[in-house]
């Protein structure tokens, strides 16, 4: 048995390191229609993208989030307005609405996904969704792969590829 102080001095230093990282944040500037990230450690800028942000009736929400998971070849459920168009569920894929990838931000379905059309870039088009193109999505997650932000990638049975965050990564949306 390792008494209190021994033990206190064993874990502190472990402790202190896992929570050092400040690590990256993702802002969406909705009235600019850009994303921009930074890795706070090194105070380094990633990649400066334009989006497609929420339409008026469906906006994107302000605040800040916490994702989990990245999840390249996602499938897609239609949402009740998706539905009412005659949307059906489409089968993990890069050829989803979400195109080749997604960022789910655990807040009424709404994420950072591809799929956008150079047309609805710098336009309030989507249903709530920070919508990129398939090549600058890529370029996020490459941007974040290199800082060790990413976990290992793992395949699903699904079809799905999914990792999850090494360094805390935090989405805020203004």
């Not at 800028?45 to 990245?70: D, K, M, N, Y």
């Not at 390249?72 to 080749?100: C, I, K, Q, Y």
């Not at 398939?134 to 290199?146: C, G, K, N, S």
Request: aromatic letters at 8%.
């Amino acid at each position: 048995m390792f008494p209190h102080g021994l033990l206190l001095t064993l874990l502190t230093p472990a402790l202190f390191t896992a929570s050092a990282d400040p690590g990256v944040v993702v802002e969406i500037n909705r009235s600019e229609y850009r994303l921009e990230v930074t890795d706070l450690a090194t105070r380094e800028r990633g990649p400066s993208l334009q989006v497609a942000i929420g339409s008026p009736s469906h906006p994107t929400p302000a605040g800040e989030f916490w994702p989990s998971a990245v999840i390249r070849n996602p499938s897609w459920s239609p949402g009740p307005h998706a539905r009412a168009l005659g949307a059906t569920f489409t089968a993990p894929s890069s050829d989803s609405p979400l195109g080749v990838g997604k960022i789910p931000l655990g807040y009424n379905a709404i994420q950072i996904h591809g799929g956008a059309h150079p047309l609805e870039l710098g336009k309030p088009i989507s249903l709530g969704c920070i919508e990129l193109q398939d090549a600058e999505w890529f370029a996020l997650v490459r941007w974040l792969e290199q800082r060790g932000t990413l976990a290992t990638w793992q395949p699903r049975a699904a079809g799905d590829v999914h990792t999850t965050f090494r360094r805390p990564v935090r989405v805020i949306v203004h």
